[in-house]
């Protein structure tokens, strides 16, 4: 979501949490097969974006995030900004972005990825250039697998590939989402690694399906209805929660309080919590006001749901 403002382009960037994650294979390149279920949710970052004579300025306060190449909603600027100047015989133009983080990092719940999309569909605006959505999504997934996923205004996709070939979903209804971060990070990279290595010894071998990707197949049940409670997986769960306990205590408090279903997203360490929607809040209320006692990082929201027509 996007307005024009006095003094640029006012964005929202939302996040998302993974409602099943199965991971299907590995390629040469050391990136996973994955098959996935994304829901957008109702918590957002918020950037603005503002014309400059030339360069790249980024501005990310109270946020402790690199504001330089560091940076993946710097380098979705510079990679949006080469790409038009190599249509262009005049000065490349520049931008300065001030982004405010709400979305809790290396968090499982995509912000940087959300941060990146809105940068390269907002400068899109900006500057009326137009870019057909395949050039976007075809630049997002060069910045990483996630990206696509916010490039297009789907609520909720089913992702397979490396999680960039996206299909629309049914998005979730009548539920309010109790997410909790437990207030640190954890890093990607070590997660798949550790399941590669759990997955070699106790379950199958994933350079065996190098080829495969086992639910890519199109027309899946996702796409056709919503997913229910019972059906939510995510397989990278017990490697987070083998190495940070706080993962399991989580799941049991939001179980206990009331949630139908409760999983860690993406690659953690974010755990969230679905409860049926009640006039009030109901138990969800209940249970957001005990945890947010404890965690900083606790937030009560919705499922994005699709847009008007």
């Not at 409602?19 to 050391?30: F, I, K, N």
């Not at 395949?134 to 089913?158: C, N």
Request: glycine share 10%; with cysteine; aromatic share 8%.
């Amino acid at each position: 979501m996007s307005t024009t403002a006095v003094d640029g382009l006012r964005l929202t960037a939302p996040a998302k949490i993974n409602l099943y994650l199965r991971v299907t294979g590995r390629r040469p390149d050391g990136y996973h097969f994955l098959a996935t279920l994304m829901q957008k949710i109702g918590l957002f970052d918020q950037l603005v974006l503002q014309r400059s004579a030339a360069g790249i300025s980024l501005s990310c306060p109270d946020s402790g995030l690199p504001e330089d190449e560091g940076n993946i909603v710097y380098r979705a600027a510079r990679l949006f900004l080469a790409t038009m100047a190599e249509r262009s015989t005049g000065p490349r133009p520049g931008v300065k972005i001030t982004l405010y983080k709400s979305i809790p990092v290396a968090a499982g719940l995509g912000g940087g990825s959300s941060d990146a999309a809105a940068v390269l569909r907002g400068l899109d605006k900006l500057f009326g250039t137009r870019c057909p959505t395949r050039e976007l999504l075809a630049m997002g997934v060069s910045l990483g697998a996630d990206v696509p996923l916010f490039v297009v205004d789907w609520p909720v996709a089913w992702a397979t590939g490396i999680g960039d070939r996206l299909q629309p979903a049914v998005a979730l209804a009548d539920v309010d989402i109790l997410l909790v971060n437990p207030g640190f990070s954890v890093s990607t990279s070590w997660v798949y690694e550790r399941f590669a290595l759990t997955a070699a010894e106790n379950i199958f071998n994933l350079s065996n399906l190098q080829k495969g990707n086992a639910d890519a197949g199109e027309g899946h049940k996702f796409t056709q209805r919503a997913i229910r409670p019972d059906e939510l997986r995510n397989d990278l769960e017990l490697v987070t929660a083998d190495r940070y306990a706080e993962i399991g205590i989580l799941r049991e408090r939001l179980l206990k309080g009331g949630a139908a279903a409760a999983l860690m997203s993406g690659s953690g360490p974010s755990v969230f919590g679905l409860f049926p929607k009640q006039e009030g809040g109901g138990p969800a209320e209940a249970c957001f006001r005990d945890l947010a006692r404890d965690y900083d990082n606790t937030f009560l929201v919705a499922p994005l749901p699709a847009p008007s027509i």
